[in-house]
């Protein structure tokens, strides 16, 4: 019998054969939207720390001091960014590089872009409309799905019965059309580590 908490938030979930433990929720669209900005930062810092060391390490014997020093600098400052943020996150969301993380949207909406009097799609998610709520991470799950396959079969003449079939499957459940502009916003997230 799996123990329900936090409104229905399993503490440990399985996917892809990975058992995973519940470290944090995060409550709010732009909370979670700052956390997927902030997970996006750290592998950034991450990924050019990587590449500044390999830079450092491949510089020739003939390098002048000043420029090995300038990178070594460079390496220093990012290293020091990238601690600072990685104990923002170890303090806020419980977040460590040991783990690997899955952010299952627990509650997210569908919004419909706003249409400007310009006739062009707004990027303000204040003026967009409401189309659905999505209450669980399996209905995220199906609409991400829905998406994806309509993507493929779109794309491939010989499949357009199936294509049709999403199309009105994602219509009849979501309210989502293949060529409106949208944005998925989730309001609720559920960070687990494996376990």
């Not at 123990?3 to 433990?21: E, F, L, M, T």
């Not at 909406?109 to 967009?128: C, I, P, R, W, Y």
Request: proline content about 3%; glycine content about 6%.
């Amino acid at each position: 019998m799996t123990k329900i908490i936090n409104h229905g938030i399993p503490p440990r979930i399985v996917r892809d054969q990975q058992a995973y433990q519940l470290v944090a929720v995060i409550e709010g669209g732009d909370a979670n939207t700052q956390f997927i900005n902030n997970l996006q930062v750290i592998g950034q810092q991450r990924q050019l720390l990587a590449e500044l060391g390999r830079k450092l390490a491949s510089l020739p014997k003939t390098t002048p001091e000043a420029e090995r020093a300038t990178v070594q600098q460079q390496l220093t400052e990012l290293d020091a960014r990238l601690t600072q943020n990685m104990q923002f996150m170890a303090k806020t969301y419980g977040y460590s590089v040991q783990s690997n993380y899955l952010l299952s949207p627990v509650q997210s909406v569908l919004l419909q872009k706003a249409v400007e009097a310009d006739g062009k799609v707004s990027e303000d998610e204040t003026k967009a409309t409401l189309v659905a709520e999505l209450q669980t991470a399996e209905a995220y799950d199906s609409l991400q799905q829905l998406r994806q396959k309509a993507g493929v079969f779109g794309q491939d003449a010989a499949r357009a019965a199936d294509y049709e079939k999403v199309k009105a499957e994602l219509k009849e459940t979501f309210g989502f059309e293949v060529t409106g502009s949208y944005f998925l916003q989730v309001r609720k997230g559920a960070l687990y580590a494996t376990a």
